[in-house]
């Protein structure tokens, strides 16, 4: 007669249960694996694929053995829900300096009332945004961004525990987050300032010209140049602009380990 075991049966639910939630939290925030293009069950499934590979590998001593549905597990449910968002938080704020040098670069060429509505985000956004956008997505994918997402959820199970959160898990976590946004800015001015820059010069040249001849009409003639001039400039530095979003990708995965371990990472941002 086969017996069944509640007590074995409660330890392996916790062994999944707890993991999971850390990582539909990271699945829910982060970049790419959040956006509303991407359907809820496919979400789902990642989720589900990703704890059945996980899981197997963490050690047992690292997940307590508590009841999920009882008062505790719920609660170490949450703090993993959390953990996993603030994880995928940290990777945000790091590709939103792609938004950012977007955004100054359509001011600069003139397109900053060009803006469309976006099913994915749900908002209004600008054209030049959500061209570079498209291209760091892309990029992302190309480099492999989506397996070292797998990587350094893989590496936080061991930095921090779930059976030791408390100690591993404090106010240095989230002064790291506060952090990023300084950094996020930093890397969105250092993507295109190039960009900016030739245009700026552009615009003070155009300036001059209408100074030296009144007559010419700067509206008609202005807007043309700096648009044309913008996609030109945009086509030339693409070269220089792969490399440096490559950058921007291995600081996203930095910020992750950092806010997982601030004590030991560190999140470089010069290149």
Same mark, same amino acid.
């Given at each position: ?8 049966? %409660? ?6 249960a707890f993991p999971l939630s850390r990582i539909f939290g990271f699945v829910a925030s982060a970049p790419i694996w959040a956006t509303g293009g991407l359907p809820k069950q496919i979400r789902l ?15 047992? #001593? !690292? ?8 008062? +505790?597990?719920?609660? $170490?449910?949450?703090? !993993? ?9 940290? =990777? ?15 001011? %600069? ?14 908002? %209004? ?20 961004? +989506? ?14 525990p779930v059976s030791d959160f408390a100690n591993t898990f404090g106010v240095k976590n989230f002064a790291h987050l506060a952090n990023l946004g300084s950094i996020m800015f930093s890397l969105g ?22 100074? =030296? *001849?009144? %007559? ?9 140049? #700096? ?12 070269? #220089? ?5 490559? +950058? $921007? ?5 930095? *910020? ?9 990472? #560190? ?5």
């Amino acid at each position: 007669m086969i017996e069944f075991d509640l007590s074995l049966f %409660q330890r392996w639910l916790s062994l999944f249960a707890f993991p999971l939630s850390r990582i539909f939290g990271f699945v829910a925030s982060a970049p790419i694996w959040a956006t509303g293009g991407l359907p809820k069950q496919i979400r789902l499934m990642l989720g589900l694929s990703m704890v059945l590979c996980l899981a197997p590998v963490i050690p047992e #001593t !690292q997940i307590p053995n508590i009841n999920p549905a009882s008062g +505790h597990g719920l609660e $170490i449910l949450a703090t !993993q829900m959390l953990v996993g968002i603030c994880m995928g938080l940290s =990777a945000r704020i790091i590709f939103a300096a792609v938004d950012v040098a977007g955004e100054y670069i359509g001011y %600069q060429m003139g397109l900053g009332f060009a803006t469309f509505y976006d099913p994915i985000d749900s908002a %209004q956004t600008p054209v030049m945004a959500e061209l570079l956008t498209l291209i760091g997505i892309l990029l992302f994918l190309a480099f492999n961004g +989506h397996l070292m997402y797998v990587l350094t959820l893989s590496k936080s199970f061991t930095i921090i525990p779930v059976s030791d959160f408390a100690n591993t898990f404090g106010v240095k976590n989230f002064a790291h987050l506060a952090n990023l946004g300084s950094i996020m800015f930093s890397l969105g001015l250092s993507l295109c300032m190039p960009v900016v820059i030739t245009l700026l010069v552009f615009n003070v040249a155009l300036g001059v010209l209408t100074r =030296a *001849s009144p %007559q010419l009409n700067i509206f008609a003639l202005g807007f043309p140049i #700096t648009l044309l001039g913008g996609f030109i400039l945009m086509w030339f530095s693409m070269h #220089t602009m792969m490399p440096f979003m490559e +950058h $921007i990708f291995s600081v996203l995965v930095d *910020s992750i380990l950092a806010f997982i371990n601030p004590n030991v990472v #560190t999140v470089p941002v010069a290149k």
